[in-house]
């Protein structure tokens, strides 16, 4: 994994939550990036929420397929826990994307 002890060192600290998915590990269940955001959406909800004006920025690791993925799923969570049109979600969201 890129940048593996970073972020484990990251984590450590307290700076970033580190969530692995793989999909296509040997032996292993399948796991995406979009089911791990929509179990996680309580606090990413906050992180993400409209009111939450930090300026704070989101980063996926993967093909276009998993950015999209992801992003649908983002808007999901916003809509659902925020209460927000699709529209207000999506330019929200534009504003993070870095």
Request: a positive charge.
């Amino acid at each position: 994994v890129l940048y593996a002890q970073q972020l484990k060192e990251w984590e450590a600290a307290g700076i970033v939550k580190v969530r692995t998915a793989l999909s296509r590990e040997p032996g292993a269940p399948k796991t995406y990036v979009q089911n791990l955001v929509w179990e996680d959406r309580d606090e990413i909800s906050n992180w993400l929420s409209p009111s939450n004006d930090s300026g704070m920025n989101y980063y996926v690791c993967g093909d276009a397929v998993v950015a999209d993925a992801v992003y649908e799923m983002l808007v999901k969570v916003l809509r659902a826990k925020a209460k927000i049109s699709r529209a207000v979600a999506v330019h929200h969201l534009s504003k993070m994307i870095a």
